[in-house]
């Protein structure tokens, strides 16, 4: 059992180069749906095997052996090993309890702020402009959906700009990429790696949406102007988005332009290796952290005297 509840707390690690590589290889709409599944299911095994350890470490302990109906001791690996193991969980579940806190609470604020900032201006249907000497735009998710942009962003662009800027953000709000970052950030708090597959996914959030805005306008090159002279009008100023609101600002600019000049990649042999190995990833992360706990209830239940070994 310990060693298949280690495999979900070390795949992980492996992510963020698996990430990077399907930027490179997968088209952006791909990438962003292996790579932000990968990233939920391996956060989610990871925590799976996490209260396991706790668990075993409990059990261990008279009172909760007592309380667990235990009639005999729990058949584990050695207690130098197990009770160690609980103990570094504990702190980690804590750890990662309390900064999703914190983050919850920051973001809500934001998200709080923004909706209130942009019902205080003139919106022309999804779009909400705000009077600010602050060079911004995003699109902001909620009932309804909100295009949001400052007039100093405006003043930043011409007219055929400001069209592939709406198209970028709202291919934001059409993919609901909102709930991608979200989970990233859920993800995130889950495994310290995982921190690191954050950025891979918010550029594909904005790849994504580059591609749709680059459809939409029909000229590439306009959308990628669009997006280096709104992120060069922006640079110096501070936004104050939640971090789950995308913006055509967001994420490496350099890299984002020069990918919209280049012509479409085809498909090639290596994006269905780097998707398969996404899979692998998760698909091993789970069968370990289910085996795990299916043999941790099988051993609870011989030390309970209900099955034999």
């Not at 939920?40 to 302990?61: E, I, N, Q, R, W």
């Not at 495994?191 to 590439?220: M, N």
Request: aromatic share 4%.
């Amino acid at each position: 059992m310990t060693a298949l509840l280690l495999l979900p707390l070390v795949l992980p690690f492996a992510l963020p180069a698996l990430a990077r590589r399907a930027l490179d290889r997968l088209a952006p709409p791909t990438a962003l749906w292996a790579v932000t599944v990968s990233a939920v299911v391996l956060g989610g095994c990871s925590l799976a095997a996490l209260g396991a350890f706790v668990l075993t470490g409990l059990l261990k302990l008279p009172l909760f052996a007592a309380l667990g109906e235990l009639v005999q001791p729990l058949h584990t690996a050695s207690d130098l090993f197990v009770l160690p193991a609980a103990a570094t969980s504990v702190g980690a579940l804590a750890v990662c309890g309390w900064t999703l806190v914190r983050s919850v609470l920051r973001q809500t604020r934001a998200f709080r702020a923004a909706r209130t900032e942009a019902g205080g201006g003139p919106a022309a249907g999804d779009l909400c402009v705000v009077d600010s000497p602050r060079p911004d735009a995003y699109a902001l998710p909620g009932r309804p959906h909100r295009i949001v942009v400052t007039t100093a962003m405006l003043r930043s662009l011409d007219g055929r700009e400001r069209e592939a800027l709406f198209a970028h953000e709202r291919a934001h709000n059409d993919g609901g990429h909102h709930y991608f970052l979200a989970a990233a950030e859920l993800a995130a708090h889950c495994h310290p790696a995982l921190r690191r597959v954050r950025p891979a996914i918010r550029l594909a959030v904005e790849r994504a949406a580059d591609e749709a805005a680059a459809t939409a306008v029909g000229d590439r090159r306009l959308t990628a102007r669009a997006i280096a002279r709104a992120a060069l009008a922006g640079r110096e100023a501070e936004s104050t988005r939640p971090d789950f609101a995308p913006a055509a600002t967001a994420g490496p600019v350099p890299q984002r332009v020069q990918a919209l000049l280049a012509a479409p990649r085809a498909r090639h042999r290596a994006g269905t290796w780097i998707a398969a190995l996404l899979v692998a990833c998760a698909a091993v992360s789970c069968l370990a952290s289910a085996t795990g706990m299916i043999d941790f209830h099988h051993r609870v239940e011989v030390a309970q005297g209900e099955e034999r070994r």
